[in-house]
């Protein structure tokens, strides 16, 4: 990658209204600049062979924000010569659409291409995405959409198959510590700030480039004396809310690492993800109601009790409400991930049901059918039916099953 830094410091805009934001100040101008997303922009990576291939098709990018999802569109634009327009799927309706429709095919009437960006693009409702399809089968213009919910959920199949989707991942703290170099040389000046309370600055960002730069430049307009230290950081600033979305991607991954930690019987990753969900705001009765299901289709007999261990904790939360009611839940997730693990029930009732739809209409077999009536009764109804208890070791061995 090419040196981040290759630049000489440039002085502070002048303060007020007209100061152009630290994010846009060192905003990358090549993508090789483009820190964090080397798999994707790299020469093996799907950006770099296609850019080395001279062949750019429609793509959607997919990633959490602040990952540089809008830069990299701008920055393919500038790399293939293709007019760049950004719209956004909040701010733009279907007289807007056309609007951009009809200015990209006189573009293209001109000899020129146009990479259309769209942010948000999974606000676009189906009729909205699909209005795209014709003008980027005909080459009028090529797509790149971003999104941070998964596109497979949120975007039409049609569009999917003419876009390729590529994964953008959240930057580690050593990319943001790059962001954070790259942001002192344009300052032209280091932040006032102790290594400890560095690391907890972009700990705070919580792998969001685009608040990093934020919390940083917040740091930079500080008038103080000496360095500031973890503690006086964490009075100046709050902390990024973490990235949950109860209706969203993140919200069943979440639940899903609780329950995959359950029956891995992995103790500390299951109470880790119980309480990853419960600070991003999640419901706990919805989490009572998921860890109660987790003792019926993980444990079931292997244990008994799990359920009813589950159900009590459900109860106490009712009754003591949060955050103490949400102890019993850390509990009953601690009791079910130890417990010992049987899907067979839960197995053999699947199974049951699969063939209980394939045979739906089979009558049960006449041996064991009442006989209330004397017609029933010379119909065969109840003919040779073994009374288990009369039996040897209370066993009969008689088939219940559907002749046949």
């Not at 846009?24 to 798999?39: C, H, N, W």
């Not at 990018?61 to 790399?79: S, Y």
């Not at 009813?308 to 009754?319: I, M, N, S, T």
């Amino acid at each position: 990658m090419a040196d981040l830094f290759d630049t000489a410091p440039q002085a502070d805009p002048p303060s007020g209204m007209g100061a152009r934001p630290l994010a846009d100040r060192i905003r990358p101008t090549r993508l090789s600049e483009v820190i964090g997303q080397a798999k994707v922009l790299g020469p093996d990576g799907p950006l770099g062979s296609m850019l080395a291939s001279g062949s750019l098709s429609s793509l959607i990018l997919w990633g959490p924000p602040g990952v540089g999802k809008t830069t990299i569109a701008r920055l393919l634009a500038d790399e293939t010569d293709l007019a760049f327009v950004q719209i956004s799927a909040i701010f733009t309706g279907v007289p807007d659409l056309r609007k951009v429709f009809d200015a990209a095919r006189l573009r293209r009437s001109q000899g020129r291409a146009t990479l259309l960006f769209v942010d948000e693009i999974h606000r676009f409702n189906k009729a909205q995405q699909d209005s795209f399809l014709p003008h980027m089968e005909d080459g009028t213009i090529l797509l790149v959409g971003a999104t941070t919910e998964n596109p497979s959920f949120e975007l039409n199949a049609a569009v999917m198959s003419r876009a390729q989707v590529v994964v953008l991942e959240r930057l580690t703290l050593a990319d943001l510590e790059l962001l954070a170099q790259r942001a002192e040389r344009e300052l032209g000046r280091k932040l006032p700030l102790t290594a400890q309370a560095r690391d907890a600055l972009l700990e705070m960002a919580d792998g969001d480039g685009r608040a990093a730069l934020n919390l940083i430049e917040q740091v930079a307009a500080w008038k103080v004396e000496g360095k500031v230290d973890p503690d006086a950081l964490a009075k100046r600033l709050n902390k990024r809310a973490p990235k949950y979305d109860k209706s969203g991607e993140e919200h069943f991954n979440l639940i899903s690492a609780l329950h995959k930690s359950v029956r891995g019987s992995d103790p500390d990753a299951a109470l880790y993800w119980l309480a990853r969900m419960l600070e991003g705001g999640e419901d706990p009765r919805y989490l009572a109601r998921r860890i109660t299901r987790m003792a019926i289709e993980d444990i079931g007999l292997a244990d008994p009790a799990a359920a009813r261990h589950c159900l009590d904790a459900w109860a106490l939360y009712e009754r003591l409400g949060s955050p103490e009611g949400e102890l019993a839940l850390g509990q009953a997730v601690i009791y079910l991930a130890l417990a010992p693990k049987s899907n067979a029930g839960y197995a053999a009732y699947k199974n049951a049901r699969a063939e209980a739809k394939r045979t739906g209409s089979l009558m049960p077999p006449a041996h064991i059918l009442n006989a209330p009536t004397k017609m029933m009764k010379e119909q065969g109804y109840g003919a040779g039916y073994a009374y288990d208890h009369d039996a040897e070791d209370g066993f009969s061995g008689q088939n219940y099953f559907p002749d046949g």
